[in-house]
């Protein structure tokens, strides 16, 4: 038949290319090793002829969306399996053409970013209960020493950041994408700030605004269901954790500088988030941006860096302390996999398999690529444009000495 022979030539065609621990497994009780000295750690299974469409074309996004919608079934631990998958990709397509690192770009607005918003966000709270940390941080921890768990490593990123700002007792702190509450709540009870935090997720309002009432701090945190282009005042910090990801590549002008407008004459603000490694701001290659569009993300985009920092300043922004975290997130999104596979039952019951499959791709599928250079995370400092140099610190001492 015409698909045994299709299937067999690719077949032999990755195994001249790679040895790779892969058993694919037919409906039909035929089976092949792609490696050729080494025992298979992954095995796929084909229930119907239908799903070789998937495989023969390995895209990212056509083998994630074959085992989420349960047209192969997967066995082996998820990291070997994201490996697994990205050979197969690389060693069969051309990373050109839409397998390249292809410039995504969607229509932005309130109704949409919302609507996106609550598609990620609002699966449900206990879902994300099973594999965050207990503060609920869904962003990159930081791992000052490399050994800390994952509470001690969000716990410091938040002091990390807050320190960064400088943020001082009584000062106004606007967070953009409050998530669950957490920064607000460390920023009020060790820093003592007055805190706005905005969400556009109805779970993460709630749980946000339960939290602060079970901590007495309602007089000095005020959650919001709330789009930041609809916040007024004048704040003295203002941070943005993981949110910049939905703004759009066409409008991160006017999202500096609505930050620019709400922050004080002397104010800092940061923002945090996930960029790309492209300098065109392509997404990640063999149709992985594809994939989390779909199924993940829906109209996120990524900038590279350097569009960051010059839209910053047409903004009206002075960019004055950059870092990157990007084995940061690595470590962070590894941990993330781990708790979710550790937990796959409960997390099964709080959401669905489909959504467990999505997920557990994901999670593991963006520490991979953390790890491999095609996204990265940057912490970016900033304050409003045109001020005196002797406003600016020295050195960076102040964020290593200044903890307390």
Known sequence: MFWEKKLENWVNDIRHRASLPLR???????????????????????????????????SLA??????????????GKIKEIIAVGNALAANSLKADGKFARITRTFRHNKEKDAEA???????????????LDENMVYSCAYF?????????????????????????????????????GALVLRAAQKFGAKCVGVTLSENQYMLA?????????????????????????????????????????????MYFERIRTLLADDGIAMNHG?????????????????????????????????????????????????????RHYAKTCGIWADNLEARADEVRKAADDRRFRIWRVYLAGSSYGF????????????????RKA?????????IYQGSR
């Open 24 to 58: 694919l497994e037919l409906w039909n009780g035929q089976h092949f090793d792609f490696g050729t000295y080494v025992a298979p750690d992954v095995t796929v299974r084909v229930p119907h002829a239908s799903a070789l469409t998937y495989l023969l074309t390995p």
């Open 62 to 75: 056509n083998l994630g969306e074959a085992y989420v919608e349960g047209k192969i079934e997967v066995e």
């Open 117 to 131: 918003i609550r598609y990620h966000y609002d699966v449900s709270n206990d879902f994300y209960k099973l594999w």
């Open 144 to 180: 000052e020493n490399g050994d800390e768990d994952l509470d001690t490593a969000q716990l410091k990123k938040i002091d990390h950041i807050l320190t960064k700002i400088q943020i001082q007792p009584g000062q106004t702190l606007l967070d953009i994408g409050c998530g669950w």
């Open 209 to 253: 605004k339960e939290r602060v009432a079970k901590a007495g701090l309602e007089d000095r945190i005020d959650i919001r269901l709330q789009d930041y282009r609809d916040v007024t005042g004048t704040f003295d910090r203002i941070t943005s954790v993981g949110m910049f990801e939905h703004v759009g590549l066409g409008n991160l002008p």
């Open 274 to 326: 996930i960029t790309t490694t492209d300098i065109d701001n392509g997404e990640t290659p063999y149709g992985g941006g594809e994939f989390i569009e779909k199924y993940v993300f829906p109209h996120g985009e990524l900038p590279h860096i350097g569009l960051v920092l010059k839209t910053m300043q047409q903004g009206g922004l002075e960019v004055f302390d950059v870092e990157n975290l990007r």
């Open 371 to 386: 790890e491999r250079d095609w996204m990265s995370l940057y912490q970016v400092i900033c304050r409003k444009a045109g």
């Open 390 to 398: 002797d406003t600016l610190p020295w050195s960076r001492k102040y």
